[in-house]
């Protein structure tokens, strides 16, 4: 008897000293998850109104851009003395443009020439008579750049609510000619402001930095929103911080909030004087946090009573059970995280409780991108320190309540609890941004990227195995991509690792065998079409006698590390044929492109000159290509690796130039030769008015340092003929010539015939 007593006593304390402690632990959790909720939210808007001002610009860049073009074409057309001959220009234009209602024409004066609004014939509306009107179109007529988005008026041609969009073309003195105006009406659905994903309560738009309304949804009264200062909660947080590039609106209180209580955040557009804004009630993380902690809270209160002394013994266990899992033999000796084994029990325990919550949870696969690189440069001591200071990175880029561990080498695996696909989503996106600068590591500055797989329990597998094969899976799809990207797991990736494992495999054997060809493609004089050198490009010829472009086996050799011994190769072979072609063409010089991996490589200022010595080639016949991003992925290092190969006399070509993020300081300090543009670029010149004035920018910053600039992929004569005016001296392309063997490229060469027709470049943007 005395041993049941004592025994109900214990019991009788086991629950009160539950209810007591379950109703603190409820308190905090309700306070803790809405600080969460309300961080979440914050975050969410902060990201949402980024897109939506990053889309915003591109709206307008992608009008307002579009109509230089359609501005010298009209002046074609002579628009001033026969307006109605453009209107179907203008009328494709706005085909073009949905969201474009109507297109018209001004003389300077603001009288308007067409109206796409009117019929042909009819009497256009004279806003000369309308002194507001005109004198906003007179100071966007004076407007010097590219175009001009006006405030909101109410157009009197469509009869609604409108912006315009405005380009002015003007003379060679810079005189206005005439203005191009494109209206945006902002009372229809289907515009820009209604293809972003927000609650239901949101309100999103365009603020000017003068403080008026340029676009804003939804709207009840228009007249009351557009034409006057606004004053709602987000005009007056954006007025009160004047300049600000981004930035918070706090609501109101936690448990009570009117119509003027707003959460919202800002960002400021990166080419226009507007920010972008979305806003929800005072009352949404409220509400939020509600509807996901109601179902929690009443489950508590139903089944406290019959699980309480069971929630005691299972408190003790589970508390056993974490003193376990933190103990040595499941901690990582290097950074201290949970290695493998605490992860695997990890992952099991939050399966088992997302299947009892019917909830999903997440799991991350994270991969250092080229860490081998790191340890062959600077040694394991300092991969050891790197190690750690990712660790870090990634612990303070996940959310309270996930659980990050050390696989093992440059492995990491986050499980993230009751998270979906989109909130993982966010999260990778997050430790992707937060790797974007560098890592203090000792003395030294060093930057990675991670590669990173996502795996969402159930969809992609119901059991640790398989949820870690699927993440390690989407995690080569993402090193796939280009490395530096998350992918989320889908069926088809597990047969695409399946071809890229058996590729490899066959990648191997072929580069035991040397079951390689190269082909050369010519590089041409933009002034005479003569060619002048080429570029020799690798093929792979298969068992079966099939030739395997790069595009499918260059990315396979780089992750795999074969890229350096593909490298060799090449360099050996090419170095051979130029000693075979020194007399027949002394002066021919061949490009062969280096990888990151290979360029990185300890040993190849060695490996060169070995083979420049056994081959006997004239190192100036040989160009190394590495691309700006390589370049500057160690700067100090890269330059002094380059500083060697001129030493040696072989030339240096900067690839890709202007697609990666290279600063005028260090361009200047490269010792390169040439600079090659970016097809991508190249391919829009004649077309883009922003191509070309990259283009432009490249050759004369070219000029300026004194290097010979080379034009890659021209695929058509307009792009040749547009690279010779602009001033490029060399260029390469399929138009231009294709890849051929070494027999067809010596016998272009030494003809020495152009192999385009060159007519004379009528002037030269670049001198």
Known sequence: MEFQNSFAGLLRKAVVSVLIAGTLVLVAYGGYSRQREELEVRENLGILSSFLASASQSFFDNIGNGMGPLGRLLEQRDVLHHPERVRPHLLEFRERYPEVTAMAVFEPDGRMLVNTAVKTGGALPDFRKD????????????????????????????????????????????????????????????????????????????????????????????????????????????????????????????????????????????????????????????????????????????????????????????????????SQARRDSLTGLPNRLAAEETLAWCIRMARAMRQRCAVLFVDIDRFKDVNDSYGHDVGDLLLKEVAKVIQGGLREGSFLSRLGGDEFLAILPACDQDTAALISQRLLDLFQGSLHVGERQLAVTPSIGVAIFPEHGEDIGTLLKHADTAMYEAKRQGR???????????????????????????????????????????????????????????????????????????????????????????????????????????????????????????????????????????????????????????????????????????????????????????????????????????????????????LAMTAMLQKAAVAEGIETEAQFNALRELGCEYGQGYWIGRPVPPDRFLSLVTRNEPLVACVPARSSAVG
Request: proline share 5%; net charge neutral; aromatic share 10%.
């Open 484 to 698: 530096n990207a998350f992918s989320l797991y889908m069926d088809q990736l597990g047969e695409r690792v399946r071809h890229r494992v058996h590729m490899e495999q066959e990648l191997r054997e072929a580069i035991k065998q040397g079951s390689f060809i190269l082909d050369y493609q010519p590089v041409v004089d933009m002034g005479t079409g003569k060619p002048v050198g080429g570029e020799a490009l690798v093929r792979w010829v298969d068992r079966d006698g099939r030739v395997i472009p790069p595009s499918e086996f260059i990315d396979i050799a780089e992750d795999s590390g074969l890229i350096c011994q593909l490298g060799e190769w090449v360099l050996r072979s090419l170095c051979a044929q130029l000693a075979d072609w020194k007399k027949a063409a002394p002066d021919l010089w061949i490009a062969m492109n280096v990888s990151p991996r290979q360029f990185q490589d300890r040993k190849f200022i060695a490996n060169i000159e070995d083979i420049l010595r056994e081959t006997g080639t004239d190192a100036s016949r040989l160009v190394v290509e590495i691309t700006e991003t390589t370049a500057m992925e160690n700067p100090e290092m890269s330059l002094a690796t380059m500083e060697r190969l001129r030493a040696m006399g072989i030339r240096i070509a900067i690839d890709d130039f202007g697609t990666g993020y290279s600063s005028l300081s260090y361009l200047k300090r490269i010792p390169s030769d040439k600079i090659k543009i970016d097809k991508s670029f190249v391919s829009g010149i004649d077309i883009n008015a922003h191509d070309t004035g990259i283009v432009q920018t490249i």
């Open 131 to 326: 002194p507001p009107y005109l004198s906003q179109l007179l100071r966007d007529m004076a407007n010097p750049g590219a175009y001009v988005v006006s405030p909101p008026e109410f157009g009197k041609a469509i009869q609604r609510w409108r912006f315009t969009i405005r380009h002015v073309v003007r003379d060679r003195q810079g005189h206005p000619l005439f203005l191009v105006q494109a209206a945006i009406p902002l009372e229809r659905d289907g515009t820009f402001l209604h293809r972003l994903p927000v609650p239901a309560s949101s309100h999103i738009g365009l603020l000017r930095g003068d403080g008026h309304e340029q676009a804003r949804w939804p709207v009840a009264d228009a007249n009351a929103v557009y034409g006057r200062a606004a004053g709602n909660p987000m005009a007056r947080t954006i007025r009160a911080k004047p300049g600000q590039e981004s930035g918070f609106l706090d609501g109101g209180a936690m448990w009570f909030s009117n119509a003027d209580d707003r959460i919202g955040a800002f960002t400021r557009l990166a080419g226009l004087d507007m920010y972008a804004y979305v806003s929800v009630p005072g009352d949404y993380v409220w509400q939020r946090w509600w509807r996901q902690n109601t179902p929690v809270y009443s489950a508590f209160a139903i089944f406290f009573g019959i699980f309480s002394v069971i929630a005691f013994w299972v408190g003790r266990r589970e508390r056993s059970h974490s003193l376990e899992l933190v």
